[in-house]
T-cell receptor, first 113, second 112 residues
Framework: EAGVAQSPRYKIIEKRQSVAFWCNPI?????LYWYQQILGQGPKLLIQ????????DSQLPKDRFSAERLKGVDSTLKIQPAKLEDSAVYLC???????????FGPGTRLTVT | GDSVTQMEGPVTLSEEAFLTINCTYT??????LFWYVQYPGEGLQLLLK?????DKGSNKGFEATYRKETTSFHLEKGSVQVSDSAVYFC???????????FGDGTTLTVKP
């Protein structure tokens, strides 16, 4: 069974530029999560999808971050414009239900200069 | 809101030593509790879980018991190996739409 795929693995941008991350969850998983992990901290949930509907986005900075999950499968997370404090690893995870084990992708390491 | 507090690291042990990593939580209702592990150069993966009070999760020699009365889920292993060196994250999933909250992680280094 293929795991959660993410791309790109690394990205370096200047502040005020925009960037997008892509995630392909495990086939058949209804729930998809995006996390932000700042160095030395635990993952912080940004948004949780159930199929293509948003379950929780209370910690998503909506003035600059957006996410979508078209057709309840792949998802993209966008930052526009980026700030220095957005430098972090962005993790995508999926689970078969909203209450079960999460399977994590390798993450995208974003550096904003 | 929900929160998870882990003991601060890093933790350095000798091989075959006993390991305890403390984890306490604050949440409404009866959350599910998890320990995830991140080995060097790899992604996060589930180590063990417990879904109700007094449940014990176990895997690879690690154990943790869901203690409702002390709101704790401490990770233990009787004899650590060098290969256990990793970052360990305690996490909960709330009964409110399954929202996830993670602790800040504890780095374990096991020396031969």
């Amino acid at each position: 069974e293929a795991g959660v795929a993410q791309s790109p693995r690394y990205k370096i941008i200047e502040k005020r530029q925009s960037v997008a991350f892509w995630c392909n969850p495990i086939s058949g998983h209804a729930t998809l999560y995006w996390y932000q992990q700042i160095l030395g901290q635990g993952p912080k949930l940004l948004i949780q999808f159930q199929n293509n509907g948003v379950v929780d986005d209370s910690q998503l900075p909506k003035d600059r971050f957006s996410a979508e999950r078209l057709k309840g499968v792949d998802s993209t997370l966008k930052i526009q414009p980026a700030k220095l404090e957005d430098s972090a690893v962005y993790l995508c995870a999926s689970s078969s239900t909203g209450y079960g084990e999460q399977y994590f992708g390798p993450g995208t390491r974003l550096t904003v200069t | 809101g929900d929160s998870v507090t882990q003991m601060e690291g890093p933790v350095t042990l000798s091989e075959e030593a006993f390991l305890t990593i403390n984890c306490t939580y604050t949440a409404t209702g009866y959350p599910s509790l998890f320990w995830y592990v991140q080995y060097p150069g790899e992604g996060l993966q589930l180590l063990l879980k417990a879904t109700k009070a007094d449940d014990k999760g176990s895997n690879k020699g690690f154990e943790a018991t869901y203690r409702k009365e002390t709101t704790s889920f401490h990770l233990e292993k009787g004899s650590v190996q060098v290969s256990d060196s990793a970052v360990y994250f305690c996490a909960l999933k709330s009964t409110n739409a399954g929202k996830s909250t993670f602790g800040d992680g504890t780095t374990l280094t096991v020396k031969p």
